[in-house]
């Protein structure tokens, strides 16, 4: 008889993100330098901050550290963005959320591919950031139909990652070997190409119109272009990117330091400007012609609790009227934080004054103490009063998910000194989400699902129901 050993959907996600993150080290020796100086800090914090080892230690993260928490490519057209949403399902990585990025001078839309349930985010949270092209946004109609053939001719996906992911949908799972192929396959997707797929001349016309149109329609393949560790203290690697050898992004983006983190801090190196051969103008296009091409760089995520859509709006707001006052002090990180911070004070700090104004989510479980009181206790008993005895504990639940203001920064100081455009179309969610072939899933939604559910838990136990 066959044994048909399977592997599950989070260790292929594993297998994957692994995978992922050796060839992009290989592929860009700076990134492996970020990743170095990643786990340095690290172990520095691990050492010289006790309150954040410990939590580290209660949440059994240790072995987990070292590994990326996302990556980001850029697609063409809805068949390809579809076929993304099938491939990565098979690895337990879902649509989650919709980001605009037009609003901020960059044609394309977004969602992030990652785990929902929080088993999966435990042993994995690797999301990918997952964007298309609006060619709705391109006005130069010549060009915006040149863009459309050349990517209706490519096909980003091996025979053999096709063939795999029609097996793995009509069996319903993948075989170890199986597994282990599809990865090597989809990974071949992501692989930078040393090749453009149009002329020098034509590269230059997309790159003067908008260069993520450039980055998208010249090459046969969406070059995964950053991938992103998790560092427990970003101003330190900020601070320390240039002896490395690497230019930082001017300022981290996201919200201050705080004692209670909120959300979501990133900063990155700067994309490099790499060698690329473009198709030669003979007549025979064989005098490949040399060129470069800048879209790879390497980033690093701290993450915070996941805020309420009251909480949001605070941060939104506190955040707006920062870039008001800010934008003189935009050059300067160190500026810039400091007047984050000061328009930040009115953010509560605490995990009480979170908690109580609704601000964050907490998942609640019930404490030693309280397990001697199971069963006991009557339905009454409010939450609150459950805490202030000792019987219950909440914690912040994590934010997994991407601020479109910062995305907005991160694509920015990678597209060089071009000057800023402004689209007039708004958000087209309901254009994503039928190029993708389903909706995406509401963070909040699966924010107020987890704190819920915990909730019902420590009644469950504490009240005996069910
Ligand atoms: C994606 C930029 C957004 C993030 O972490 O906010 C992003 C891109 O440059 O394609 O990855
Ligand atoms: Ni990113």
């Known amino acids: 008889m066959a044994l048909n050993f399977s592997l599950s959907a989070d260790d292929i996600r594993t297998l994957f993100s692994d995978a992922m993150s050796q060839m992009y080290q290989q592929e860009v020796p700076q990134y492996a330098t970020l990743v170095q100086l990643v786990e340095e800090i690290n172990q520095h914090t691990l050492h010289t901050e006790p309150d954040i080892a410990a939590q580290v230690a209660l949440n059994n993260e240790q072995d987990r550290l070292h590994l990326e928490r996302h990556g980001a490519i850029r697609v063409g057209t809805a068949e390809e963005l579809n076929m993304l949403g099938r491939m990565f399902a098979l690895m337990g990585m879902y649509p989650v959320g919709y980001y605009d990025l037009s609003s901020a001078g960059v044609p394309v839309h977004s969602t992030a591919f990652r785990p929902i349930d929080e088993n999966s985010l435990q042993k994995n949270p690797f999301r990918i950031f997952t964007s298309l092209l609006r060619l709705d946004l391109i006005e130069d109609s010549e060009l915006r139909e040149q863009a459309q053939s050349l990517l209706a001719k490519r096909d980003i996906f091996t025979a053999k990652a096709r063939l795999l992911l029609s097996q793995a949908e009509s069996v319903g799972h993948l075989s170890t070997a199986q597994a282990h192929q599809f990865v090597s396959e989809i990974l071949e997707t992501f692989r930078w190409q040393q090749h453009a797929s149009v002329s020098l ?34 101003d330190a690697v900020q601070q320390k990117m240039p002896a490395y050898g690497m230019t930082p992004k001017t300022i981290i983006e996201g919200p201050p330091r705080r004692r209670c983190p909120i959300l979501l801090r990133q900063t990155s190196f700067k994309a490099l400007e790499e060698p690329v051969l473009f198709v030669g103008e003979d007549t025979k296009k064989t005098q490949a012609q040399p060129g470069t091409h800048s879209a790879r760089f390497g980033e690093v995520e701290q993450r915070g609790m996941a805020l309420t859509p009251k909480g949001r709006v605070l941060y939104d707001e506190l955040l707006s009227r920062a870039r008001h006052t800010l934008a003189a002090a935009e050059q300067n990180n160190h500026k810039h934080q400091a007047q984050l911070t000061d328009i930040f004070a009115e953010f509560p700090d605490d995990e009480l004054s979170l908690r109580t104004q609704q601000l964050g989510y907490f998942r609640y479980q019930v404490t030693q103490a309280g397990q001697e009181q199971a069963g006991s206790l009557s339905a009454s008993d409010s939450l609150a009063s459950l805490i202030d005895q000792g019987w219950v504990r909440a914690t912040p639940i994590i934010y997994e998910d991407f601020l479109p203001v910062s995305a907005a920064g991160i694509f920015q100081s990678n597209l060089g000194d071009q000057p800023q455009r402004q689209y007039q179309q708004s958000a087209s969610q309901a254009a994503f989400e039928h190029a993708l072939g389903c909706p995406v899933l509401d963070e909040c939604d699966l924010y107020a699902k987890q704190q819920q559910d915990s909730i019902d838990e420590v009644y469950r136990v504490l009240c005996g129901h069910n």
């Not at 230059?204 to 995964?224: E, K, S, W």
């Open 201 to 234: 001349a034509t590269y230059q016309q997309f790159n003067t119109v908008h260069p993520l149109l450039a980055d998208v329609v010249c090459f046969n393949g969406p070059h995964i272009n950053h991938l992103t560790p998790r560092t427990l203290d970003i």
